[in-house]
């Protein structure tokens, strides 16, 4: 099974031009959707799970129409969006298990295993009988993983999900998601690089709409190993460094400034060779089709 | 920085959509309110109105301020808003980290919003102003163009109202940083002005009740409501002095208390400070070993019908204890519960009387206070409903879950309904504890059951669906809000545009009264009906909001049709065919009750056939007709199918100087005619079915002198149901029917038109209400009659077996045949043709006063004033054949008959009484008013004042039958209960007679010239002959009335009049108090009295002297209340009270007499033999004086403050 997505687009009302012409192909497996905030991610994920209507375009999910056979999708989707709330006065044993219900679990023993085991799987078995409303970010978060995983969903889209966790919660996050991607469509938008890196055996990366490069993280760092050099500056010469060299990244390192520019060979004596990482890619990805104008408005 | 947070506010609030909606619905709403008082739906509607104009300033703030009370939801939300946007928004944190000071936060914040819903509640004004400029309208009815008219009330209702509010939305807003807690505020609000009202059932209270209006609607229409139509049309509202002043005062100052507490309140913190106990701080387990690999067991799925089922109740749960949890909820509920409890208190107040608390009264008093609570609860949590995962963001999650989109939408209306059923029991625990709070330990439980969950609960069901409706349709809570209320407003006006008929009125019914004596009677087939008619639509609206139902992301107006077109599937398609042909069907059925079974006319169209009748037959007023003398009549009830056949004969003779050659018939429209001939040659001339008028020719003219017989056999049967309740004359138990269901001859002029609007609108001259006083040929017919002086009358009437039926007369034979139980009654004397015919399931008491049978036949259980209504009786009958003349019967009887009217009325020595007026009434305490004693002696005394002395049908007539009745009942009462006693009885007299010319439409008349206007010659008519007697003296009065009565009793035409009358009471009088007839009978007067100042000084051999310095004007008012002041020399009550002891309302009265008292000021001296208290002039409030609170001061030390002698 896998998910087909073909000349997707949509405008907002106020104009905003959210997917421009999104042709994507989905196996099985993670697939990570990478872009800056505000790329389209989340619309898109929306559209693939049936809250949004595209303008035009068509998304088929092995033989299920998405676009018009929403309950079907339904059955077979775990869905975390970005942000979302819970009942803050219902524990989460009870809220889970209402979940269930509302996913179709009906037999009441069945049921209750499989939330018992969804909140072993999400730490949160020791919280379940406190109420929701005083729940950390995180712990909202590992909830809402567990409503998405109900059910064994065969489509599995969470949206920027590890955005509000801590480094060990956002570990066993991963962990749990690449097991599922074992046999599911497990789709991951984030704008975290290293979090398609770690996982992800395909992916995408979006901007202002549209999917500037649909690769495998391995084969995309192949095609840019050697092609990123590195150097520490002072920070007062970067304008002069951005106009002679295709810079697409900078971060400070002990108060200067490291640069990685993109070139087929050595741009100079200073540079070194970087071991290229796909966030390297990502960038110069970015940097390579657009300036880097940022956000758009909507998301 | 404050101007900055000011304009950022404004700025916001201009740029939402919702601002201009709220502007444009006040707007409209102005508009439409002065459109309708200025004539535009007259084309439409019956026509309304008086002298009044639409415009004029009492009108323009009374609708200011009640607009501003509806204002109250867009407060809540925009005001409210201005407090919570940054916590819902998640922004504060931003906020309250910059420098800036909280008195700028809170402040502009404040500021801003009201401005911004100043801007709203200014299309209150401009919507009326532009309104009363249709050039459609109706110019007469508009008074010139007064900015301060509109000024006045906006600065003096909408911004202290708006500051009051917006504090208290603003504070809860602030403080609980919930919106929730804005809609028990906005509850809190309304309940003070529901109790306003509820406590001014008691006049008592009306300072009390004007003060706890929050919203001053209260105060003004008190402060108002003596005024007369020419006051109403020039007086701006007097906003600075009065009720009104202390109003606004105290609320502003709650408003500045208010807004001070939030501030003080207040704090830039991440959380709310701790009102109450916060929900302790985030639990974190420490992230342990990773566990195991993933291993989530693998479920079974369902997605069919099991699933639905448990989804749906598994929801309801998740729905419906959300609601009920929630503190807000407890806090709405005991909010309303209070005050039913409150108003459970002035539990169904006659005169300050209360009832007992009979099932009917109290389900009425608990479901009819809230009602509104109920509404509230509706409107309120299906908005909740709607909103209630998109304002938690747990709308993404759910709405990507794989159950169909009914479930969660039938869930939520499930939930509503729930909360609904749990606030209909707890309203039914409320009742039952009030009746054994009060002593009453009669539970029907059956009825409270059949009442709020069979028959309340249906209704508010399909308003939720209506909400819920809305809500879906509307995507914007708050407007949202505003339109389910506006729907409720809009059902209320839709008879003033014309819209009458139920099967557009959503949720409507043709009502239904539940009657101790009749239960629910035929009313709940009818019910039925309209219910399943209305459900089928129902169903309609549940589908459209399932196809509506917001899902995703996408609320483009757009899209959501698309959406709902993709959605509307087979199954929806299924069921909305059912229910529209369902709807389709059931409203034909209903139609062929109500319009093709029965007639249905609008009010409208019953004015044009009014109007119509006067064309076609006024030419036959005074065509010479023969005169009904005998009726002999068979009248055959027949309870359960709610039919009447009723065949016999009149006795007709020509009392004329003309032979008459046709006689003119008239009959009630639906009547079934079997049979309607003569006993000599004729033939029919005329048949109007329409307006039911016959004409028939004579072969030979009947000769003055001469008699014929008209023969009549007629059925009035039941069919279907009707549009409205209707029907209630003949019932499954407590049938009562006057004589004008029978034949009636000739043209009959008190069916004209009587307003003159409405008469210009059909082209019909203006009328006067009543002819001349004196004009000779009105009075050959009495004001009852226009076909018979009086009449010999015998009827047989029967019944089914366990009822009794009654008509007047004397019972001559009792029996039962086929069946059915017959009554054989006549009169052994002739009567006015004015009869009437009761039957129901009655117990009978029975006693005797001399050779007078009293009977009262009643509802068993419904003992409890039984002996009153005996005592009254006898006390009457002492009284009044002692000083009016002899009774003319051999027996009185009290009947009762169902509430669907609330009077009683005396037919030759009959009264019906319903059940709900004294029946029912819980006399308690030394200082309650006696109505059913009261109510007994008036009809008593008709006997004597209608039955012997009946008036000509001219001006002044109903004087010489109510104002004595009531004089006569006035005089018995005392008797019974003492002089001191009456004075509560006259206040309310006082009153009711300064409201009723408030309201009066067309002119007021003196006494003597009443056109049958009830606050003349009911309640002016008590004070004037309570004035007289106390005059002339109760003896000398009498004696004149014996005379009177003694010349003019059972005369023959031309019928007396009130000159006559007061020509009997003028030669009783002394020269030196003629002056009086004048002011009491002849002219509309008013005096103006009170005391400045009393003060005491001690005599020697404990004596004190009183000095009153006293101001008096006399006023002469006309027909629209235009006052001049005239000279004033008249004997008024000086008084003066001991102190009140304990438990005494005020002391007893050291020193009453009369004095003459000039205009203006002066002083008057008197002596007591104690130490006053108080003292005044007219204490008792015997004169005609709208302010009544001045007249009686403390009196005061003369030596320890001389200056209180002073003139002042």
């Known amino acids: 099974m896998q998910l087909v997505i073909e000349h997707l687009s949509k405008t907002y009302p106020n104009g905003t031009h959210a997917l421009k012409d999104v042709t994507l192909t989905i196996p099985q497996g993670m697939f990570g959707l990478l872009g800056p905030n505000g790329a389209g991610k989340s619309t898109l994920m929306r559209t693939l799970a049936t809250l949004q209507?595209?303008?035009?375009?068509?998304?088929?999910?092995?033989?299920?129409?998405?676009?018009?056979?929403?309950?079907?999708?339904?059955?077979?989707?775990?869905?975390?969006?970005?942000?979302?709330?819970?009942?803050?006065?219902?524990?989460?044993?009870?809220?889970?298990?209402?979940?269930?219900?509302?996913?179709?679990?009906?037999?009441?023993?069945?049921?209750?295993?499989?939330?018992?085991?969804?909140?072993?799987?999400?730490?949160?078995?020791?919280?379940?009988?406190?109420?929701?409303?005083?729940?950390?970010?995180?712990?909202?978060?590992?909830?809402?993983?567990?409503?998405?995983?109900?059910?064994?969903?065969?489509?599995?889209?969470?949206?920027?999900?590890?955005?509000?966790?801590?480094?060990?919660?956002?570990?066993?996050?991963?962990?749990?998601?690449?097991?599922?991607?074992?046999?599911?469509?497990?789709?991951?938008?984030?704008?975290?690089?290293?979090?398609?890196?770690?996982?992800?055996?395909?992916?995408?990366?979006?901007?202002?709409?549209?999917?500037?490069?649909?690769?495998?993280?391995?084969?995309?760092?192949?095609?840019?190993?050697?092609?990123?050099?590195?150097?520490?500056?002072?920070?007062?010469?970067?304008?002069?460094?951005?106009?002679?060299?295709?810079?697409?990244?900078?971060?400070?390192?002990?108060?200067?400034?490291?640069?990685?520019v993109a070139s087929d060979a050595q741009p100079g004596p200073e540079f070194e060779p970087v071991d290229a990482s796909l966030e390297d890619v990502y960038f110069t990805v970015m940097r390579g089709r657009l300036p880097t104008e940022e956000a758009v408005a909507t998301a | 920085m404050f101007a900055h947070i000011v304009g950022f506010e404004i700025r916001q609030g201009m740029r939402r959509i919702s601002t201009w909606l709220y502007f444009g619905i006040f707007f409209g709403l102005g508009f439409l309110l002065i459109n309708v008082a200025g004539g535009a739906f007259r084309d439409f509607a019956p026509t309304t109105g008086g002298n009044e104009f639409a415009n004029s300033p009492v009108a323009l703030a009374a609708w200011t301020a009640l607009l501003s009370v509806f204002g109250l939801m867009v407060t809540a939300a925009v005001v409210g808003n201005a407090a919570h946007r940054d916590f819902a928004t998640g922004i504060h944190p931003l906020f309250f980290t910059t420098p800036v000071r909280k008195r700028d936060y809170l402040g502009g914040r404040f500021t801003g919003a009201v401005l911004v819903n100043l801007i709203i509640f200014l299309g209150v004004p401009l919507g009326i102003m532009l309104?009363?400029?249709?050039?459609?309208?109706?110019?007469?009815?508009?008074?010139?163009?007064?900015?301060?008219?509109?000024?006045?009330?906006?600065?003096?209702?909408?911004?202290?109202?708006?500051?009051?509010?917006?504090?208290?939305?603003?504070?809860?807003?602030?403080?609980?940083?919930?919106?929730?807690?804005?809609?028990?505020?906005?509850?809190?609000?309304?309940?003070?002005?529901?109790?306003?009202?509820?406590?001014?059932?008691?006049?008592?209270?009306?300072?009390?009740?004007?003060?706890?209006?929050?919203?001053?609607?209260?105060?003004?229409?008190?402060?108002?409501?003596?005024?007369?139509?020419?006051?109403?049309?020039?007086?701006?509202?007097?906003?600075?002095?009065?009720?009104?002043?202390?109003?606004?005062?105290?609320?502003?100052?709650?408003?500045?208390?208010?807004?001070?507490?939030?501030?003080?309140?207040?704090?830039?913190?991440?959380?709310?400070?701790?009102?109450?106990?916060?929900?302790r701080a985030a639990i974190e387990p420490l992230v342990r070993a990773v566990p195991a690999p993933l291993a989530i067991p693998m479920v079974a799925r369902d997605f069919g019908a099991r699933a639905w089922w448990m989804q749906w109740t598994s929801t309801v749960r998740r729905e419906f204890w959300g609601i009920v949890r929630n503190v807000y909820f407890a806090a709405l509920v005991l909010a309303g519960l209070a005050f039913v409890v409150f108003s459970a208190t002035q539990l169904g107040k006659i005169y300050g009387t209360t009832t007992y608390p009979v099932t009917y009264q109290v389900l009425e008093l608990l479901s009819g206070t809230f009602a509104l609570f109920l509404l509230i609860i509706i409107t309120f949590y299906a908005g909740?409903?709607?909103?209630?995962?998109?304002?938690?963001?747990?709308?993404?999650?759910?709405?990507?879950?794989?159950?169909?989109?009914?479930?969660?939408?039938?869930?939520?209306?499930?939930?509503?309904?729930?909360?609904?059923?749990?606030?209909?029991?707890?309203?039914?625990?409320?009742?039952?504890?009030?009746?054994?709070?009060?002593?009453?330990?009669?539970?029907?439980?059956?009825?409270?059951?059949?009442?709020?969950?069979g028959i309340q609960f249906v209704d508010y069901l399909l308003l939720g669906v209506l909400a819920l409706t809305v809500h879906t349709l509307v995507n914007h809570k708050y407007v949202g809000h505003l339109i389910v209320v506006l729907f409720f407003v809009f059902t209320g006006f839709m008879s003033q545009l014309g819209l009458e008929h139920n099967l557009y009125k959503y949720g409507s019914d043709g009502g239904v009264v539940y009657s101790d004596m009749n239960?629910?009677?035929?009313?709940?087939?009818?019910?039925?009906?309209?219910?399943?008619?209305?459900?089928?639509?129902?169903?309609?609206?549940?589908?459209?909001?399932?196809?509506?139902?917001?899902?995703?992301?996408?609320?483009?107006?757009?899209?959501?049709?698309?959406?709902?077109?993709?959605?509307?599937?087979?199954?929806?398609?299924?069921?909305?065919?059912?229910?529209?042909?369902?709807?389709?069907?059931?409203?034909?059925?209903?139609?062929?009750?109500?319009?093709?079974?029965?007639?249905?006319?609008?009010?409208?169209?019953?004015?044009a056939a009014i109007a119509g009748y006067e064309k076609k037959y006024k030419r036959y007023e005074h065509a010479p007709q023969p005169r009904i003398t005998a009726a002999d009549l068979h009248v055959d009830i027949f309870p359960e199918r709610r039919d009447v056949l009723a065949r016999g004969t009149y006795r007709l003779q020509n009392k004329t100087r003309v032979p008459v050659d046709s006689v003119h018939v008239q009959l009630p429209r639906d009547t079934e005619i079997r049979r309607l001939a003569f006993s000599r040659g004729h033939r029919q001339v005329l048949e109007d079915q329409e307006l039911g008028y016959r004409i028939f020719a004579l072969d030979e003219p009947l000769q003055p002198g001469d008699s014929l017989v008209l023969l009549f056999d007629l059925a009035y049967l039941s069919r279907g149901f009707e549009n409205e309740t209707g029907g209630t004359q003949v019932v499954n138990n407590g049938t009562f029917f006057n004589n004008a269901f029978l034949p009636s001859v000739g043209y009959n002029a008190r069916q004209e038109l009587q307003e003159d609007d409405a008469r210009k609108k059909y082209g019909l001259k203006p009328r006067p209400r009543m002819a001349p006083v004196n004009d000779l040929r009105a009075r050959q017919n009495s004001y009852i009659s226009n076909d018979a002086d009086w009449i010999d009358f015998r009827a047989t009437v029967s019944t089914s077996p366990d009822q009794i039926a009654i008509a007047p007369g004397y019972l001559q034979r009792e029996w039962t045949q086929g069946g059915r139980r017959y009554f054989a009654y006549a009169m052994d004397a002739p009567i006015l043709n004015f009869y009437s015919f009761l039957s129901a399931r009655y117990a009978v008491k029975r006693d005797r006063w001399n050779d007078v049978a009293i009977e009262v036949y009643y509802h068993p259980g419904h003992e409890y004033n039984l002996e009153r209504m005996i005592g009254a009786t006898k006390k009457s009958l002492d009284y009044y054949t002692a000083n009016f003349g002899p009774y003319q019967h051999r027996q009185v009887r009290i009947l009762e008959f169902p509430r669907y009217a609330a009077f009683a009325q005396s037919f030759p020595n009959t009264i019906p009484y319903s059940e709900s007026i004294g029946f029912i009434a819980r006399v308690k305490g030394p200082d309650a008013i006696d109505y059913p004693f009261y109510v007994t002696a008036h009809e008593v005394a008709h006997q004597w004042w209608a039955h012997q002395v009946?008036?000509?049908?001219?001006?002044?007539?109903?004087?010489?039958?109510?104002?004595?009745?009531?004089?006569?009942?006035?005089?018995?009462?005392?008797?019974?209960?003492?002089?001191?006693?009456?004075?509560?009885?006259?206040?309310?007299?006082?009153?009711?007679?300064?409201?009723?010319?408030?309201?009066?439409?067309?002119?007021?008349?003196?006494?003597?010239?009443?056109?049958?206007?009830?606050?003349?010659?009911?309640?002016?008519?008590?004070?004037?002959?309570?004035?007289?007697?106390?005059?002339?003296?109760?003896?000398?009065?009498?004696?004149?009335?014996?005379?009177?009565?003694?010349?003019?009793?059972?005369?023959?035409?031309?019928?007396?009049?009130?000159?006559?009358?007061?020509?009997?009471?003028?030669?009783?009088?002394?020269?030196?108090?003629?002056?009086?007839?004048?002011?009491?009978?002849?002219?509309?007067?008013?005096?103006?009295?009170?005391?400045?100042?009393?003060?005491?000084?001690?005599?020697?051999?404990?004596?004190?002297?009183v000095e009153l310095n006293l101001q008096a004007r006399k006023m002469r008012a006309d027909s629209l209340g235009n006052e001049t002041p005239v000279q004033m020399n008249d004997l008024v009550d000086i008084g003066v009270f001991a102190p009140a002891r304990r438990g005494e309302k005020e002391g007893r009265l050291l020193y009453l007499r009369k004095h003459r008292v000039r205009s203006g000021n002066q002083r008057i001296r008197v002596e007591v033999g104690e130490r006053p208290a108080r003292a005044g002039i007219d204490p008792l409030h015997k004169l005609i004086d709208r302010i009544t609170d001045d007249n009686v001061v403390s009196v005061r030390d003369a030596r320890v403050t001389p200056a209180a002698a002073g003139p002042v």
């Open chain 1, 53 to 260: 209507e595209p303008d035009t375009g068509s998304v088929r999910l092995g033989d299920i129409d998405v676009l018009r056979d929403k309950d079907a999708v339904r059955r077979t989707l775990g869905y975390l969006p970005q942000e979302f709330g819970v009942y803050p006065k219902v524990s989460a044993e009870e809220l889970l298990d209402h979940f269930a219900v509302l996913k179709g679990i009906i037999d009441r023993k069945q049921r209750r295993e499989l939330v018992q085991a969804l909140l072993q799987q999400t730490n949160l078995y020791d919280a379940r009988r406190k109420h929701l409303g005083g729940f950390s970010g995180g712990m909202r978060q590992r909830f809402g993983i567990a409503v998405a995983l109900l059910g064994n969903p065969k489509l599995i889209i969470v949206d920027e999900p590890t955005a509000g966790l801590d480094p060990a919660e956002r570990v066993r996050f991963l962990n749990l998601l690449s097991e599922l991607g074992e046999n599911s469509v497990v789709i991951l938008s984030t704008h975290i690089v290293e979090d398609v890196s770690e996982l992800c055996s395909r992916m995408a990366i979006i901007n202002q709409g549209e999917i500037l490069l649909e690769a495998e993280p391995l084969a995309a760092i192949e095609q840019v190993r050697g092609r990123v050099w590195k150097r520490l500056i002072d920070r007062e010469a970067l304008p002069v460094f951005e106009q002679e060299h295709r810079v697409i990244s900078t971060r400070l390192f002990a108060g200067r400034t490291v640069i990685h």
């Open chain 2, 131 to 279: 309104g009363s400029m249709m050039p459609y309208l109706e110019r007469t009815r508009f008074g010139p163009f007064r900015l301060a008219a509109y000024a006045q009330p906006f600065l003096v209702f909408t911004i202290p109202n708006l500051l009051l509010t917006g504090a208290i939305f603003f504070a809860l807003a602030a403080l609980t940083r919930q919106m929730l807690s804005n809609y028990v505020g906005g509850v809190v609000l309304l309940v003070g002005y529901l109790l306003s009202s509820q406590l001014l059932r008691d006049i008592e209270n009306k300072r009390v009740a004007a003060l706890v209006d929050p919203f001053g609607v209260r105060a003004v229409s008190l402060d108002t409501r003596y005024w007369s139509v020419a006051e109403k049309n020039s007086r701006l509202v007097p906003f600075f002095e009065g009720l009104v002043a202390g109003n606004r005062l105290l609320w502003l100052a709650a408003a500045a208390l208010v807004f001070g507490l939030v501030y003080s309140r207040f704090r830039f913190a991440h959380h709310a400070p701790a009102l109450r106990r916060r929900a």
């Open chain 2, 384 to 453: 909740e409903l709607v909103w209630r995962e998109r304002e938690l963001r747990a709308n993404q999650i759910h709405d990507a879950l794989p159950i169909p989109t009914w479930v969660p939408f039938l869930a939520k209306l499930t939930a509503l309904a729930l909360v609904v059923l749990v606030v209909l029991a707890l309203l039914l625990m409320c009742g039952v504890v009030t009746q054994a709070a009060k002593g009453y330990f009669r539970f029907e439980l059956a009825q409270y059951v059949r009442e709020l969950f």
């Open chain 2, 519 to 607: 239960g629910y009677g035929h009313f709940l087939r009818s019910w039925s009906w309209w219910k399943l008619y209305w459900g089928a639509f129902a169903v309609l609206l549940a589908v459209a909001t399932n196809l509506f139902w917001v899902r995703g992301q996408e609320t483009g107006a757009g899209r959501r049709l698309r959406l709902a077109q993709a959605r509307f599937g087979r199954t929806p398609q299924t069921i909305a065919a059912v229910a529209a042909i369902s709807f389709l069907g059931l409203g034909g059925w209903v139609f062929y009750n109500t319009n093709v079974q029965n007639e249905y006319r609008t009010s409208k169209q019953q004015e």
């Open chain 2, 950 to 1105: 009946i008036g000509g049908n001219v001006q002044g007539s109903t004087m010489l039958s109510e104002t004595m009745s009531q004089y006569a009942a006035l005089m018995v009462m005392e008797k019974e209960f003492g002089r001191a006693n009456m004075k509560r009885f006259l206040k309310y007299e006082l009153d009711e007679y300064l409201t009723g010319r408030a309201f009066e439409q067309k002119k007021e008349l003196p006494l003597m010239l009443v056109e049958n206007q009830q606050y003349i010659h009911y309640n002016k008519g008590s004070l004037a002959m309570y004035a007289l007697r106390d005059l002339i003296g109760e003896e000398r009065l009498n004696q004149a009335l014996a005379r009177y009565v003694q010349a003019v009793k059972f005369q023959q035409p031309p019928y007396t009049n009130s000159v006559e009358f007061l020509s009997y009471v003028r030669a009783a009088t002394p020269d030196s108090l003629r002056y009086a007839l004048t002011d009491l009978f002849e002219t509309i007067t008013l005096w103006d009295n009170r005391t400045q100042a009393a003060s005491v000084t001690p005599l020697a051999g404990g004596r004190y002297a």
